[in-house]
């Protein structure tokens, strides 16, 4: 790392290039589609009536993005047709292959150890392999028998930003050696200072690491237990504080960080085997953890590949927290003196826990304000039993059918990031004995399921190339059971880069509808066609499926007004003077258009209408701002629109105007404007 700031690797370099993990981005946003039940319902997949995004002549779509950007990851169960992937405007598809095939690892650039078929990867086939795009993106299938699950996850860029083409004979050296056997990783690295030792905690004592003066970053972090034995690092705590921070940038369990399991889980002895209880057979055991990030050396170091760059001092200790162990543990640490950009992020591992959950609340696994982006988790998942009627044997799992969501930059309407629990971390069928035994793969692993009263599943999930990038707050929720009322407790750690000074900040809003708000931005419109007041709810926690079941004091239940028009409108918001560019967010109706009763038939799928218009800042043209038919919910919906830098920066007002396009309506109740704005470099030291 040098002193000048690299760009962010785009395409296959972002599966192995892991010094740049700490590099913030900028103009990069997550973009995904999934087949979750927007109804809040639990037919995720399972009816096939949510596993597309539209239909086009003969192909059923499952993402489509204008721009440039970057497809990370395709997963899917149940899907036999041909994917079918169309780059850059063009009408025939670039990429046409089964998808069995796709999987195979047989038909290069689509190799091992970058996909797998549902068959040898426990009910869920995936693709890691990157397919960067110019000028948009979309995907399709020609065959929809059910079921059909999906995700898929991918990178957005500012107009202007030009990835390199899809190139299926790209070298892929690098990727494969670090996917392959990342516990090796930093015996890649030169140039390295080493510091190692042995310690002993008793009971209740702590013990420094690290305690590091000047500049750097810490390159490797390994531990290891003198007979071999990992159980005790559910007892060790790992803490750091970077550049004098009074509060710990890391603080988790030391089993949990290197996603061995969390304090509360039993570990079993057993080698995923086979095992009976209450005449119900699972498979029972661990497998070591061996992914990109952090994992198990066969020899017994936990390792740790994740950059940790600091700029003034590093503090890093361990705390005993048994009231009864002794623990003594090697550990060895490797950093270099070359600094990184001012303006990185610093690493950050946070663990959490909730027992019991909250009928009706998502699990929180991370909720954060600042610049940065989300790495990934380590979650330890366990019944919980009490007095409730899942403590029968058969709904045991049931907390699984949760979906994740991640919400970004304050939006409420969440970017769905599965339609299951197993399947945010890759996986299917969970109760399925042929797919249930414990595994490790780079990215994703179910390394622990263990059975005794109670059932305890150990998953991680880390967006090695996929990280969600975040301006101004970041939040992710996981949903417990159907509808989010099974009972369960949950732990786990976060990981993230980040600064806490936010990039993104509010700087203007448009009540629409609302006469003196109107007034003071300047607000005209041409074609109204109707006014709407409507009490909704966002989808997402409390898992609200009809507005009439919505308390008035739940934050996520919003009454506002609003117009649809088929003409344009214009309206002038307030940015930051020294903007690097502004977000555009507008709240509409997630039903726009639909017809009859959204909640009458709840396995059959309503569409909206498509929404186009010409969006211009100052007169001058900027893009389209677009919304093609998708599926309908009786919810509110939040969507951004990113202006670029070179028409607001300098300005401390815009005008907006949206004219309609191809005869569509536009519908709106609120217009948010957020600035880009610089941030403060970290103080270098004297």
């Known amino acids: 790392m040098t002193k000048d700031k690299a760009p962010p690797p785009i395409g296959p370099a972002a599966l192995a290039d892991l010094p740049l993990l700490p590099i913030l981005r900028c103009g990069t946003w997550l973009v995904g589609t999934d087949s979750h039940d927007v109804t809040g319902g639990n037919n995720d997949g399972f009816r096939a009536s949510y596993s597309y995004l539209y239909k086009d002549g003969d192909d059923y779509v499952l993402f489509d993005e204008p721009g440039p950007g970057c497809i990370y990851e395709i997963r899917t169960i149940g899907f036999k047709g041909n994917l079918k992937v169309y780059l850059d405007g063009a009408t025939d598809p670039q990429i046409q292959i089964p998808f069995p095939d796709l999987y195979s690892g047989e038909h290069p650039p689509f190799i091992a150890p970058f996909v797998a078929d549902e068959a040898t990867s426990h009910g869920s086939s995936w693709c890691y392999f990157p397919i960067p795009f110019a000028n948009g993106c979309r995907i399709a299938t020609d065959e929809m028998e059910k079921p059909k699950f999906f995700n898929i996850f991918a990178h957005k860029f500012a107009q202007g930003t030009t990835p390199s083409p899809f190139d299926p004979s790209a070298s892929l050296d690098d990727p494969v050696a670090l996917w392959s056997n990342p516990a090796r990783y930093s015996e890649s690295l030169s140039d390295l200072e080493h510091i190692s030792g042995t310690a002993s905690l008793p009971p209740r004592a702590r013990a420094t690491i690290a305690e590091l003066q000047g500049q750097g970053a810490i390159t ?29 940038q890391i603080d988790s369990p030391l089993s949990t960080f290197f996603a061995l399991g969390c304090p509360r889980a039993i570990r079993a002895k057993a080698f995923a085997t086979i095992t009976e209880y209450e005449g119900v057979r699972y498979y029972s055991g661990t497998v070591p953890t061996q992914s990109v990030p952090v994992g198990e050396t066969p020899d017994g170091w936990l390792y740790c590949n994740l950059p940790m760059p600091y700029w003034k001092s590093a503090f890093i200790e361990l705390v005993n927290t048994s009231d009864h162990d002794h623990v003594a543990f090697d550990y060895v640490i490797e950093r270099t003196t070359v600094p990184y950009p001012p303006d990185a ?342």
């Open 345 to 686: 992020g610093y690493l950050h591992a946070r663990w959490r826990e909730e027992l019991p959950l909250r009928p009706g609340e998502d699990y929180c696994v991370l909720e954060t304000r600042g610049w940065g982006h989300f790495l990934g988790c380590v979650l330890t998942m366990s019944s919980h039993n009490g007095d409730s009627p899942y403590n029968d044997r058969k709904f045991r799992r049931q907390h699984l059918e949760g979906d994740a969501r991640f919400y970004v930059d304050d939006i409420r309407t969440p970017l769905v990031a599965s339609t299951g629990t197993e399947e945010y971390f890759n996986w299917g069928w969970y109760s399925a004995l042929r797919h249930d035994s414990p595994f490790s793969y780079p990215a994703h692993g179910y390394p622990l399921h263990v059975v005794d009263n109670e059932d305890h599943s150990v998953m991680y999930r880390f967006h090695v190339s996929d990280l969600v990038p975040y301006y101004g707050s970041f939040r992710f929720d996981l949903e417990h059971g159907p509808v989010g009322t099974t009972p369960a407790h949950y732990s786990g750690t976060a990981f993230y880069y980040q600064r806490k000074t936010p990039k993104l900040v509010l700087t203007d809003e448009l009540d629409i509808c609302d006469p003196e708000s109107e007034k003071s931005h300047s607000y005209s419109c041409k074609g109204a066609v109707s006014e709407h007041q409507r009490i909704l709810p966002y989808e997402g926690s409390y898992q609200l499926t009809q507005a009439q079941d919505a308390p008035a004091d739940r934050p996520h239940v919003v009454k506002d007004r609003g117009r649809v028009w088929g003409g344009s409108c214009e309206f002038t918001l307030r940015v930051h003077p020294d903007n690097e560019g502004v977000k555009l967010r507008r709240r509409s109706y997630y039903g726009f258009g639909a017809q009859g009763d959204l909640l009458a038939d709840r396995q059959a799928p309503i569409f909206t209408l498509p929404q186009a218009v010409e969006l211009k800042v100052n007169g001058k043209t900027v893009g389209t701002w677009r919304f093609p038919v998708r599926h309908a919910r009786a919810a509110w919906l939040d969507a951004d629109f990113e202006i670029p830098s070179k028409a607001t920066t300098g300005k401390q007002a815009v005008t907006i105007s949206l004219s309609a396009k191809d005869r569509t309506s536009w519908d709106e109740y609120t217009y948010w404007a957020y600035s880009y704005i610089p941030t403060v470099p970290t103080p270098q030291p004297d």
């Open 220 to 248: 490797s972090l390994k531990f290891r237990f003198p007979d071999g034995n990992s159980d005790p690092a559910a007892h060790l705590r790992l803490r750091a504080f970077w550049d004098e921070e009074p509060s710990p």
